[in-house]
C-alpha cells in the first residue's frame, strides 16, 4: 500500500505568476523540492487543470501546506481524505512502479531546461519501449517474431508512439469515435 499524502492546490497552476515576486507555480514546485522535499524520494506532481495535485509522505504535508499558504492568499489546499487513491486502473495495477516513475518526471520538470523538453521526451519514450519491446511487438502489433528481433530500426517506435497520440485524443475528449 502507497502511503502518500495527496494536497490538491487551487489557485496553482502552470500559468500562475505571484504578484510580488514574480515566481511561476513551476518556480514554487522548485522552492518546495529544494527545501522540503528534497529528502522525499517518491514525492511528485501533476497540473490538473483548476488545481495542482502535490503528494508527498505525510511528514511533510503541514510544511508544505504552510509554504503554499504563506505564498499567496489566494490558494486554496485541500488535504485528500485518507490519502492518496489511485483513480486510473492502469495506474492502479502497477502503483508500486509508477510511483518512483512519478517522482523522477516530476524531477525532470523541475531540473530540465526549456530547450531540453523535447529530448528528455524522446528519451521517456524511447527506453520504455527499449525495454518493454519484444512481446508487445509481437501481440500488440503483429510484427512477425524474426522483425521483432531486429526491432525493425525504430519504425516501430513511431508507431507505437502514434498509437498513443491516438489514443490519448479519445482520453482526452479531442476526438470523437
Known amino acids: ?3 502518500l499524502a495527496e494536497l490538491r492546490v487551487y489557485g496553482l497552476n502552470d500559468k500562475w505568476v505571484h504578484a510580488s515576486t514574480k515566481e511561476t507555480a513551476l518556480e514554487l ?7 522540503i522535499l528534497y529528502h522525499d524520494s517518491r514525492w511528485h506532481f501533476f497540473w490538473e487543470g483548476k488545481y495542482t495535485v502535490i503528494r508527498c509522505d505525510p ?3 503541514p510544511v508544505v501546506k504552510q509554504l ?18 489511485e483513480n486510473i ?23 530540465m531546461e ?10 521517456i519514450n524511447h527506453c520504455y ?11 500488440q502489433f503483429r510484427i512477425p517474431g524474426d522483425l521483432a528481433e ?11 508512439i502514434q498509437a498513443v497520440a491516438h489514443m490519448r485524443s479519445y482520453t482526452a475528449g479531442w476526438y470523437n469515435r
Open 59 to 61: 511528514q511533510y504535508l
Open 114 to 123: 526549456d530547450e531540453d523538453f523535447m529530448g528528455i521526451l524522446e528519451r
Open 150 to 160: 531486429t526491432h525493425l530500426g525504430m519504425g516501430w517506435e513511431a508507431l507505437a
Open 1 to 3: 500500500m502507497i502511503q
Open 129 to 139: 519501449l527499449n525495454m518493454a519491446t519484444r512481446k508487445v511487438l509481437v501481440d
Open 29 to 35: 514546485i522548485r522552492i518546495l523540492h529544494r527545501n
Open 68 to 85: 503554499l499558504e504563506a505564498n499567496d492568499e489566494d490558494f486554496e489546499c485541500v488535504e485528500t481524505v485518507g490519502g492518496y487513491q
Open 89 to 111: 486502473e492502469m495506474t492502479k495495477r502497477y502503483l508500486e512502479a509508477f510511483v518512483p516513475i512519478f517522482h523522477g518526471f516530476s524531477l525532470l520538470a523541475v531540473e
